[in-house]
């Protein structure tokens, strides 16, 4: 037992230190020790069945993608290829100006583009073409691209020539 006496004649009395199995350092300060509460088995599974519901729904949606990609023909998987990628350039310059953007739409379209080379990757397996003309084909194909603008800014480009053409209507009738 230890005790400390103050100044006044009362005494305070401290119970003895249980004996740690952890070996003594230079800390001099409190430790706080199983105070936390610990998670029981109980908790930690009903967490897990929740998650477990909603990858069940994540994988019908990929199923589901994969088979709207598959119902496409070559010509178009390679033309929404491109406009993903416009689309992800364009994310990424409103991510560099600091515009308004949802940061989960970068995963989602890179997703979505590499389903796609999938899909077209496995056609070429198919058709019996082997990875190394493969290869020759996409850089002759990434030769040929014509760039052209997103459909996204596309739409902007439209909303400004709207506004524009407000503007000039409104400055052109003149008030009485």
């Given at each position: 037992?230890?005790?400390?006496?103050i100044?006044?004649?009362?005494?305070?009395t401290?119970?003895?230190?249980?004996?740690?199995?952890?070996?003594?350092?230079s800390?001099?300060?409190?430790?706080?020790?199983?105070l936390?509460?610990?998670?029981?088995?109980?908790?930690?599974?009903?967490?897990?069945k929740?998650?477990?519901?909603?990858?069940?729904?994540?994988?019908?949606k990929?199923?589901?993608?994969?088979?709207?990609i598959r119902?496409?023909?070559?010509?178009?998987?390679?033309?929404?290829?491109?406009?993903?990628?416009?689309?992800?350039?364009?994310?990424?310059?409103?991510?560099?100006?600091?515009?308004?953007?949802k940061?989960?739409?970068?995963?989602?379209?890179?997703?979505?583009?590499?389903?796609?080379?999938?899909?077209?990757?496995?056609?070429?397996i198919?058709?019996?073409?082997?990875?190394?003309?493969?290869?020759?084909?996409?850089?002759?194909?990434?030769?040929?691209?014509?760039?052209?603008?997103?459909?996204?800014?596309k739409?902007?480009?439209?909303?400004?020539?709207?506004?524009?053409?407000?503007?000039?209507?409104?400055?052109?009738?003149?008030?009485?």
């Amino acid at each position: 037992m230890l005790s400390l006496s103050i100044a006044s004649t009362a005494t305070v009395t401290f119970p003895p230190k249980p004996k740690s199995s952890i070996p003594k350092a230079s800390f001099t300060g409190v430790r706080i020790q199983h105070l936390c509460p610990q998670r029981l088995p109980s908790q930690t599974t009903s967490f897990r069945k929740s998650s477990a519901s909603s990858s069940v729904v994540m994988m019908e949606k990929k199923e589901e993608e994969l088979k709207e990609i598959r119902a496409k023909t070559t010509e178009e998987i390679n033309d929404e290829v491109v406009e993903l990628k416009g689309e992800l350039f364009m994310l990424r310059l409103q991510k560099s100006v600091r515009n308004e953007f949802k940061p989960s739409e970068f995963r989602r379209m890179r997703k979505r583009i590499a389903r796609m080379l999938t899909v077209k990757r496995e056609r070429e397996i198919e058709e019996g073409i082997n990875k190394r003309l493969s290869r020759k084909l996409d850089r002759q194909w990434k030769k040929s691209i014509v760039v052209k603008p997103p459909p996204s800014l596309k739409k902007f480009r439209e909303q400004e020539a709207a506004e524009e053409a407000e503007k000039s209507a409104a400055l052109a009738t003149p008030v009485t």
